[in-house]
């Protein structure tokens, strides 16, 4: 029922909150400021924020709200001067911004390992909207590199993330088809999937004793419109 999605919606949002921040803690200030900055760049297309291309790059994440450690970020990172604009697209083609690195993993590595990122994005993106967004993940990596910090960024298409698989028409960017094992990238993201911005995913809400039933599940939730940022 209504009551109780909403109560494993909140649930999962605190345990979301407090793994962000065991990750966060066990990275540099400068790393902890790029993790900040990373949603408001595909926010915005802004010429003072890194990856800037042009103003038709697909960008606007849904639910998405910089605050003042968003500020504070940039203003270390990129430009004492720096201040978020209020210029938004009509149109949100980004789904959501996750980090897929465990707190482990960040701990026990000294030189800080590579910051894994995966941001799903419209399915009904057009082929020039995607390369867009690939040119802009590259120049974004090529920027935080520069900063000493080594970040790899995926692009999905959310519908094709379905029954447990992913396969080499299911990428956005297919060139990176055969650096990938996509189910062993799956269960990395299903492990320690860490919600920076945007939609949440839906198998949150569904509880363990309804699994059994997940697509009716599923169904009812969307149809009722018990949440609306799934």
Not at 6 to 23: G, S, Y
Request: glycine content about 4%; aromatic content about 10%.
């Amino acid at each position: 029922n209504k009551e109780n999605v909403e109560r494993l919606r909140k649930t999962f949002l605190r345990v979301n909150a407090q793994r962000l921040t065991r990750c966060e803690d066990a990275l540099p200030k400068t790393h902890q400021d790029f993790i900040s900055l990373l949603p408001l760049m595909f926010h915005l297309n802004d010429p003072n924020l890194p990856g800037y291309i042009n103003d038709n790059v697909p960008i606007c994440i849904n639910g998405y709200f910089p605050n003042k450690a968003t500020t504070d970020a940039g203003r270390r990172l990129i430009d004492v001067h720096f201040k978020v604009t209020n210029k938004l697209a009509l149109a949100m083609k980004i789904k959501s911004i996750f980090l897929v690195n465990s707190s482990a993993t960040f701990a026990s590595n000294e030189k800080f390992e590579e910051i894994n990122v995966w941001i799903l994005v419209d399915p009904k993106l057009s082929n020039e909207e995607k390369s867009f967004l690939i040119d802009k993940t590259h120049l974004i990596e090529q920027w935080a590199e520069g900063k000493g910090i080594l970040t790899h960024i995926l692009l999905f298409d959310p519908s094709k993330i379905d029954q447990g698989e992913i396969n080499t028409k299911q990428l956005v960017e297919p060139q990176a088809d055969s650096q990938i094992n996509h189910h062993l990238l799956l269960d990395e993201f299903y492990a320690n999937s860490i919600l920076l911005a945007g939609q949440y995913p839906i198998w949150w809400l569904i509880s363990i004793e309804k699994e059994a039933n997940y697509d009716a599940c599923v169904t009812q939730i969307i149809e009722e419109e018990w949440v609306d940022e799934v």
